[in-house]
């Protein structure tokens, strides 16, 4: 069955360390999404990317790193710059960035010790 | 830029129908899609609005009205399982791309 993975379901990380929150797509699709949602604010977009080797930033990208080397694959790095990581971590891709569509994983959610 | 506004919690009972608004600001407008999340679960696709007027699928109904700037979604015949979040998202040019914005959400609680 085709679809988004995300690993890990529940990830801990202490103060000062980076981590790399895993998402991966057999569906095709040339545009990938990151997105943060904390209670009461939607979701909010960190970075996407349309096509391999290449992202843009969204709206809170700050304190997050991407890669996109493998069409199937977009991990996001939370790093330490990020001031207040913990929260609900949801990857999403389309087929194109202008089709409306976004099929999402099942998320990870961070939580800084 | 993309700002959104719905409601942030509405109420209904079983069997009823329930009308989620959402108003939006773009500088470009390239539609208005609905999502549907159940707590701690991903965000499920559920309709889209390109053009003005009702698209229909089966128990949800989703309208647009470009010059108001204003769209809602329509659940017919509420089930217990309908008690969800509701997001609306418009997607919008930003830096030669199209990104979505998606609204604070609206949770929908069913009563029996």
Not at chain 1, 2 to 21: A, C, D, H, M, W
């Amino acid at each position: 069955d085709g679809g988004i993975t995300q690993s890990p379901k529940y990830l801990f990380r202490k103060e000062g360390q980076n981590v790399t929150l895993s998402c991966e797509q057999n569906l095709n699709h040339d545009a990938m999404y990151w997105y943060r949602q904390d209670p009461g604010q939607g979701l909010r977009l960190i970075y996407y990317s349309q096509i391999v080797n290449d992202f843009q930033k969204g709206d809170i990208a700050e304190g997050y790193s991407v890669s996109r080397e493998k069409k199937e694959s977009f991990p996001l790095t939370v790093t330490s710059a990020q001031k207040n990581p913990t929260a609900f971590y949801l990857c999403a891709s389309s087929i194109g960035e202008t089709y409306n569509e976004q099929f999402f994983g099942p998320g990870t959610r961070l939580t800084v010790l | 830029g993309q700002s959104l506004e719905q409601p942030s919690e509405v109420t209904a009972v079983e069997g009823a129908i329930v009308q989620i608004n959402c108003t939006y600001q773009t500088s470009g407008f390239y539609g208005l899609s609905w999502y549907q999340q159940h707590d701690g679960g991903a965000p499920t696709f559920l309709s889209y609005n390109g053009l003005d007027g009702l698209e229909e699928t089966g128990r949800f109904s989703s309208f647009l009205s470009r010059s108001d700037s204003y769209g809602y979604l329509l659940l017919q015949e509420l089930q217990m399982k309908d008690s969800a979040s509701y997001f609306c998202a418009v997607r919008g040019p930003s830096g030669g791309s199209y990104i979505p914005t998606f609204g604070r959400g609206t949770s929908l609680i069913v009563h029996p």
